[in-house]
């Protein structure tokens, strides 16, 4: 089919700008606080769902609420249904933004900038207005379209398992959350938690460990680390040459026999680790020569143990294959009298035995007196080369941008997992600066207006 779907794009141009502008307004962060019937997340989000209701109705779809959790717009008949996953939820702001959050501004340059331009507001517009020029041209297709909105993306994904255990799973489908051209494997994501079993007190160390905390997110690498240490020992020198060894940023301060030490590291996503360096690694690696009190000892020596390289290769769990290694990150370490745990972010290929991996994990983490529990595990996520839904796509980008649609894994998880057959697809194109979650987050206006065009025949393509 012939079509220039870049001139129908172009053509709604203008609308595609207001309708955007008018979603990136509404702080859709969740705040559980606040939540009611038929609003799980608190009323921001739920102003998001009720807006894309509102255009929905407006250009002649047929809606449907699934209880605040999410909802779709639907187009054209049929039993198969495609999915195109979208999420209407954004993480918090930040400080900082040159014109404000959620008062969404066109620069000169051409860019549109506000807190989910880029994820997922701005893409979920982009994939609607391919829908809608579906519709508005009036195309013979074979099955129903739903443009399904969740609203808990960024949290912990209830709104798509909520919506799935009322509604139809689509034969297949995208999400427009991620990059161009295709992702079609997503590793598998293993949260645990790992908690120190009680020891018998032996008196008589010279060091005692009062506490030991550093990080905030399981799934980031953390900058920061503090320990707290009784003793009459002089410390200070012995600090100082660990920092000019290992090229460590640090302080040390000493008050009536207590020392206080920090440690700085760097930042990263967990999904790679070693973009990052772990502060609280670097702080045990001082308080591991110290003949510390023998829980604070084993402690120490677990964190360098577990979380010695990012691969897993210290405790022989480590795998890779065309998605990547496995990656091992240590997020959260709180130690004190009332707990004594440390969070575990494993992300494994999908070609990966993984049960095996995690009974190795246990029995090493038992040897040294921690105990693992599980807080959420997905499983991988694969859909192979050469099924009809990647060769569909690929054909399509290739046609539209006239580069090669290669494919791609990720150590993340997209809403495309939760589809049996779903893969990620776009918006972001190659080169393109990833900006989600930073302040100043935008998306390239031109970036979005091609985006569209290749979802409207990606739409086509799929349903026809």
């Known amino acids: 089919m012939n079509m220039n779907w870049r001139q ?3 053509n709604r141009k203008d609308a595609f700008l207001e309708d955007l502008k008018g979603l990136l307004q509404i702080p859709s962060v969740l705040d559980e606080s606040k939540a009611a019937p038929n609003m799980p997340f608190g009323p921001e989000v739920r102003q998001a769902l009720d807006y894309m209701f509102e255009i929905g109705e407006r250009d002649g779809f047929k809606t449907k609420d699934v209880g605040g959790y999410a909802g779709h717009l639907e187009y054209g008949d049929g039993e198969e249904i495609v999915g195109i996953l979208c999420h209407l939820d954004v993480v918090p702001a930040g400080d900082g933004w040159t014109y404000g959050a959620f008062n969404p501004t066109i ?13 997922d507001k701005g893409p979920s517009m982009a994939a609607y207005y391919g829908l809608r020029i579906v519709k508005e041209l009036g195309l013979p297709l074979s099955k129903r379209i739903r443009l399904i909105a969740g609203c808990d993306e960024e949290s912990e994904w209830r709104c798509v398992r909520e919506y799935f255990k009322q509604e139809q799973m689509p034969t297949y489908g995208f999400a427009p959350d991620a990059d161009f051209p295709i992702i079609n494997a997503e590793k598998g994501l293993y949260d645990g938690v790992l908690t120190q079993l009680p020891i018998q007190r032996v008196p008589g160390s010279a060091y005692h460990l009062v506490s030991f905390t ?3 997110r399981p799934n980031m690498v953390p900058d920061f680390a503090k320990a707290e240490l009784k003793t009459d020992e002089v410390l200070e020198e012995k600090f100082e040459a660990y920092l000019e060894k290992y090229e460590a940023d640090g302080t040390c301060e000493y008050d009536r026999g207590t020392y206080t030490f920090t440690m700085k590291g760097k930042a990263a996503h967990a999904m790679e680790p070693d973009n990052g360096v772990n502060a609280a690694y670097v702080l045990a690696g001082f308080l591991l020569h110290l003949p510390l009190d023998i829980q ?20 022989g769990i480590e795998a890779s294959d065309e998605t990547g290694d496995l990656t091992i990150n240590g997020g959260v370490f709180r130690y004190n009298e009332e707990e004594r745990t440390a969070t575990v972010n494993i ?9 095996e991996r995690l009974q190795n994990l246990r029995e090493i983490a038992l040897s040294f007196g921690f105990e693992l529990k599980t807080r959420q595990h997905m499983p991988p996520h694969h859909v192979a080369e050469d099924h009809p839904l990647v060769k569909t796509l690929a054909g399509v980008y290739e046609r539209q941008t006239g580069e090669h649609a290669n494919l791609m894994a990720i150590g993340g998880g997209t809403y495309a997992r939760s589809l049996e057959a779903g893969v990620a697809f776009g918006a972001l194109f190659p080169g393109a600066k990833d900006v989600a979650h930073q302040v100043d987050e935008y998306m390239e206006i031109e970036d979005l207006l091609r985006a569209a065009a290749i979802y409207a025949e990606a739409i086509y393509e799929l349903a026809k």
């Not at 340059?109 to 994820?119: L, Q």
């Not at 992300?347 to 049960?355: D, L, N, S, V």
């Open 8 to 10: 129908e794009v172009d």
């Open 214 to 216: 550093s990080g905030e």
């Open 107 to 119: 620069t000169t340059d051409g860019k549109i900038v506000a807190r989910g331009s880029n994820d």
């Open 296 to 315: 604070g000892e084993r402690s120490v020596e677990f964190v360098r143990h577990v979380f010695a390289d990012s691969r897993g290769i210290s405790l």
């Open 347 to 355: 992300r494994y290929p999908y070609t990966a035995k993984f049960e």
